[in-house]
């Protein structure tokens, strides 16, 4: 049964131009302006007031723009390093995790944190007529959506790579109400969003829209949230690895509104992101000091995410020269973009789970040996409060403790389809 929550009051805000608007729909940009921008939102309750742990991700509805409560969300956790940071000789490690793990409470069946998106996301929407979300990913984002839309009853059509769907499993059959289409073998993230934006000018579709939605970016900001709430300060450093670089961004408007909130401190987080080689479009525009991401060659381009362990972090049109976006979160935070190997990961994900106890996604073993490579190369203050953000973990457990079913994909297109040929079969398909 759903449960109800008073719906969050907010207006939005350009971060171009500054204009302040009503959220009058599914907005994803800012009307009638030009530049690229993303919008915030601005929330009424300047001071975060946390609801209990039964609320799950709805705890932080106040900064949250949701209209209704979906059921059994969870919360990212946080809790002070012990193993991890005795071994990297840091006196304040805090670690948030968004997974699987009862032990500690987290309760995230998808393994990821990218639930906080979908949790959110899902409960801005109202009104839609039924018509069906679209969502592209190469992977944890439509498991969890997946997840979410299937339990609350929720259209949605996922757009996913053909080499990437043994990522979408469940611990029970899904509702019919989601469906899959992929791309074909040797495509990438890039061409799953491609044929997403194709879907989503088709009537009786309507996109997630990724980082510009606010949804998106104020659930995954749960994870600073979760972090402050639970230290009582915002943290000096903030660890994550990069695709979109989405998170990042909420992490940073999270800091901001911790900051306006009064009592967690006035100090903005440094945040330190990461990517995977070779596959590095971030890393290599900030070093160079440019807004924006060099080309890519497609067929180099999938060439070096096939090299990629971590395959969710791959994306090659990043947030990050828009408004708002990646370049202007790491310029006022005074932040970094760090890289790590496959070996690096490797070896991260088992010091992990050897000093903390859970195994983590790769995405998450890539932040983890940055922090470590930074912590042995004396680049911390070992009694800086660091956060390190999990975004993904206890996936080997939940396995190991469930029956696991595969979504199948309905469809299957060409790499660049035609979109006569798209409209026609899903014409048959819905």
């Avoid at 984002?141 to 053909?162: G, H, M, Q, Y």
């Avoid at 791309?183 to 194709?198: E, Q, V, W």
């Avoid at 900030?286 to 791959?314: C, N, Y």
């Avoid at 932040?367 to 004396?378: H, M, P, Q, Y």
């Amino acid at each position: 049964m759903i449960k109800n929550i008073p719906q969050t009051n907010y207006l939005l805000k350009s971060l171009s131009t500054g204009n302040i608007f009503e959220d009058s729909g599914w907005i994803l940009e800012a009307p009638g302006e030009d530049k690229p921008t993303l919008i915030r939102a601005i929330y009424e309750k300047q001071q975060l007031e946390l609801k209990d742990d039964s609320y799950g991700i709805y705890k932080f509805a106040d900064w949250l723009p949701v209209k209704k409560m979906l059921n059994d969300s969870a919360s990212p956790i946080t809790y002070k390093s012990k193993g991890l940071a005795k071994k990297l000789g840091l006196s304040n490690l805090y670690i948030t995790f968004s997974g699987y793990w009862p032990e500690k409470g987290a309760m995230m069946k998808s393994c990821s944190f990218k639930e906080t998106e979908a949790y959110v996301v899902c409960a801005r929407m109202e009104n839609m007529n039924k018509k069906t979300l679209v969502v592209a990913s190469a992977g944890n984002t439509s498991r969890s959506f997946a997840k979410v839309c299937s339990d609350n009853n929720i259209p949605l059509l996922l757009c996913v790579p053909e080499d990437y769907i043994n990522t979408l499993w469940f611990d029970e059959p899904l509702n019919d109400c989601v469906k899959l289409i992929v791309t074909r073998t040797g495509s990438d993230y890039f061409d799953a969003i491609h044929l997403s934006n194709i879907v989503s000018q088709f009537e009786g579709f309507i996109p997630e829209g990724g980082a510009k939605n606010i949804g998106r970016r104020d659930g995954m900001g749960t994870t600073v949230l979760s972090a402050a709430t639970t230290i009582g300060r915002i943290p000096d450093y903030y660890f994550q690895a990069v695709g979109s670089g989405t998170g990042a961004i909420s992490a940073w408007e999270a800091n901001l509104r911790l900051i306006e909130d009064g009592r967690y401190g006035d100090h903005k987080m440094k945040l330190m992101v990461s990517q995977n080689t070779p596959f590095i479009p971030l890393y290599d525009a900030w070093k160079a000091g440019s807004r924006e991401i060099f080309p890519m060659d497609d067929k180099h381009a999938r060439a070096q995410v096939e090299q990629v362990v971590a395959k969710v972090l791959t994306n090659r049109k990043p947030n990050y020269p828009i408004c708002g976006g990646l370049f202007d979160a790491l310029t006022d935070t005074d932040g970094d973009v760090l890289i790590a190997s496959n070996e690096d990961a490797h070896k991260a994900a088992a010091i992990f789970e050897e000093t903390e106890g859970i195994d983590i996604h790769p995405a998450a073993a890539i932040a983890t040996a940055t922090l470590i490579s930074a912590a042995n190369e004396k680049d911390l203050d070992k009694d800086a409060v660091i956060m390190l953000n999990i975004t993904g973990g206890g996936e080997e457990r939940f396995m190991n403790d469930n029956v696991l079913f595969f979504l199948k994909p309905s469809l299957v297109f060409d790499i660049d389809p035609d979109p006569v040929e798209v409209r026609s079969k899903l014409k048959r398909l819905f």
